[in-house]
């Protein structure tokens, strides 16, 4: 019986892929009541693609009961399927039915969503008023201890106790009356202070703001980008320049991100003023989602040239980053996440006769999240991180733990 099984289940796959090729070329004919005919003739309740079909066509011929009641049927076989939950959210937005609405678009986890389907959630999700913005915003308040502040090159071993405090805002303005167009804008803030070494506190600030254009698998954003670092007891150095990035959706489960850089870094005191540089570069990364987690591997290079005619030590060089992670959902309230970033530094300069300097950098955070109620959590971390370099004053190791409380709108 056991070969009759297999043989059958081949005959119902490739039965239900031919059905899925056949719907799919009546769909892009137009020729949607023909579709919902044999869709309804197909009769396969139990399987949630041809319902799918079945709700697409349902519902361009006006069946929108039949095409809700299909949705249904597939989320009752694939609770987690995104495109129904998606579909079945911009039906009850067309007829007002704001509260199924809400209950059902507040089921969908936005980081698991494509560029596109997040897009689309946040257009459903928002209020009339509203539906051409987005916001969001992050708080935290931290409180850690450092083995060693002092990553600068000189042998001293610096650590000490700190506390932080974060915020980060973003704002995106959909222009619907020029297609696909919108607007987006970061803004970012840090202060960090600690117990006992205050030559080493940290205010920094960043802002990026630019015009972005939504396609159909994927979204291109062009900003402009300003930084702005408090460090080692004074106003230390600014940056800016353009950060384009482009996000495609392969597939529903992976997406292929690509970003280039290009600015120019000012030191704005003595004697760092000699370290002046621009930099150009980028890097290319994909997203795995797996239901409510994720993995993502990237990886970029930038080059970093002197501005000044007399530079200073080690401000020409490359760098080469690879960073890999992802998170896993342990229950419902329970999240853990993974992140490790290998980096080296190619210094064109050398320290002593023929000698070039070689930078290995190494660091592996650990993270679990504890979620408090809709908005609030609470974050655990642990960050070993070590550079490896035949400069020997610019070699250290360091291990960070903190525990934060943060709050996200």
Known sequence: MKPLRIFLLILLLLHVSHASDMFQALIDQHKYQECYDKALLNNTFDDASTQMYLSQCADKIGHTNMAIAALERVLFLEPDNVDALLSLTQIYHRLELEEQKSIVSDSLDRYQLTPEQRTRLNTLSAKKEEELSQFSATVALSAGYNTNLNILPTPEIIESAYMSFYTALSYVHEITEKGAWFLSSNLEYLHKSNESAHYFDIDYGALNAGVGYKFKRATLVLPV??????????????????????????????ILSLNAVAGKREFTASP??????????????GLWLFGKDFLYLKGAYNHYSPTQAQPSLFTAKGNYLVATGGTYNVSTTISSSLRYLYRVNDFSNPFIAATERYDHNHALKLSLQYKLGLHWKCVASYENGANFSNYDDAAYRKHVSELSLQYDY
């Open 272 to 285: 760092y003023s000699e370290g002046n540089f621009e930099m150009i570069g980028g890097g290319l990364g």
């Open 225 to 254: 980008y300003y930084r702005r670092l408090a460090y080692l007891d004074q106003d230390l150095a600014q940056e800016y320049g353009l950060a384009p990035k482009l996000d495609i959706s392969i597939s529903k489960r992976f």
